[in-house]
């Protein structure tokens, strides 16, 4: 028998909980106005052009000026980054997200945090809606990146980073 659609939301926010992914702050501006969102739904698309790919619930307030076309930047938060992540997921709100660390204007005149593990600078190209959220694709326009490979990562409700590596036995 077929689970029913909020038996499967259950199960699935569940296992979710087992994807570890690395925390961003999406920024973007328009109207000369700043907006900052803490996320983990991104992903790159293509090398070919360079593009990536952000998820964004309808009822976040950055959806309106996203939706509107604007441009946006995908910042991978260092693990020392948790105060920032902490700012732009609601405890802060507006302008005053930018007042906690240290913010550089892109060459599209984006927000982009100067010591991020990386940026990605992105002209928006396409929108797609999907249920409860709409993706916007951008094509990369600047990319930045630390010399140091430390990111914050979110798993199963909580902020960790990455531990050792793992070598398998030369069995």
């Known amino acids: 028998m077929a689970q029913d659609n909020e038996a499967i ?3 699935m926010r569940a296992g979710l909980r087992r994807l570890a992914k690395a925390v961003v702050v999406i920024t973007t501006k328009k109207d000369g106005q700043r907006h900052a969102m803490a996320a983990t739904a ?5 090398m070919d052009p360079p593009s990536m790919l952000i998820c964004v619930n309808k ?10 076309g604007a441009d946006f930047c995908i910042n991978i938060l260092d693990a020392d980054h948790m105060h920032i992540s902490a700012a732009c997921s609601g ?7 930018f007042e906690i660390g240290s913010w550089a204007d892109t060459s599209i005149d ?11 600078v992105c ?5 797609i809606t999907y249920g409860s959220h709409s993706i916007f694709i951008g ?4 990319a930045f990146s630390s010399p140091v490979v430390d990111p914050l990562v979110y798993v199963d409700g909580r902020y ?12």
């Open 9 to 11: 939301s259950t199960q």
């Open 42 to 46: 991104v992903s790159e698309l293509s």
């Open 59 to 68: 009822t976040a307030s950055m959806h309106p000026v996203l939706a509107s």
């Open 91 to 97: 405890k802060v709100k507006g302008e005053a997200r």
């Open 110 to 120: 984006i927000p982009r945090l100067d010591d991020a593990q990386a940026s990605f």
């Open 123 to 127: 002209r928006q190209t396409q929108q």
């Open 139 to 142: 094509d990369v326009v600047e």
């Open 160 to 171: 960790t980073r990455v531990g050792p590596d793992i070598v398998a036995d030369a069995a």
